[in-house]
């Protein structure tokens, strides 16, 4: 087995995440998310990631008429090289104020979900070079890790 590795920027982590919260193919600068009688407006340029060694912080701006404009924090631990750079990751909420958690409660499990699919996107650009460069061997992801340069995606190859 050969180890493969790529990295994706902290820019183009937020360009993925902002995508994937106002729609792929959509070059909107905010979208409202409606789910039953509540609604919130999301402004996709007011979202900003940083990795940091093992984490990614992921703010995003949420309004409503009844909060105003209110920050969310979304704190994925991803690992480092040195701790953790398994599969696995965890996520936690950060809220400041009665508004902003009352906004998380609503919108926090899916936003969770979309930021997540937003990291998975560039696991999938990741394994998709490294597919170019070796299309006949089998590829297994074996780990993530982020660092203040990227996001990296480790694969190995060659496994038969």
């Known amino acids: 087995m050969r180890?493969?590795?790529?990295?994706?920027?902290?820019?183009?982590?937020?360009?993925?995440?902002?995508?994937?919260?106002?729609?792929?193919a959509s070059?909107?600068?905010?979208?409202?998310?409606?789910?039953?009688?509540?609604?919130?407006l999301?402004?996709?340029?007011?979202?900003?990631?940083?990795?940091?060694?093992g984490w990614l912080l992921v703010s995003i701006e949420l309004e409503t008429d009844q909060t105003g404009r209110r920050p969310i924090e979304l704190v994925y631990r991803?690992?480092?090289t040195a701790s953790g750079g398994g599969t696995g990751a965890a996520?936690?909420?950060?809220?400041a104020g009665a508004e902003a958690t009352a906004l998380a409660e609503i919108w926090g499990a899916d936003l969770q979900r979309v930021v997540w699919d937003a990291v998975l996107?560039?696991?999938?650009?990741?394994?998709?070079?490294i597919r170019r460069k070796e299309p006949r061997e089998p590829l297994?992801?074996?780990?993530?890790h982020v660092g203040r340069t990227g996001f990296t995606v480790k694969v190995a190859s060659g496994a038969r």
Request: glycine residues 10%; hydrophobic residues 45%; without cysteine.
């Open 78 to 80: 991803l690992g480092t």
């Open 140 to 144: 297994v992801l074996s780990g993530f």
């Open 42 to 53: 999301i402004r996709s340029d007011r979202v900003r990631a940083r990795l940091l060694d």
């Open 27 to 40: 070059n909107a600068r905010h979208v409202v998310w409606q789910s039953g009688e509540n609604s919130v």
């Open 91 to 95: 996520v936690k909420i950060n809220a």
């Open 121 to 129: 996107d560039g696991v999938e650009a990741v394994v998709h070079a």
């Open 3 to 24: 180890a493969r590795s790529g990295t994706i920027s902290g820019a183009e982590l937020e360009t993925r995440i902002r995508q994937r919260l106002i729609g792929v």
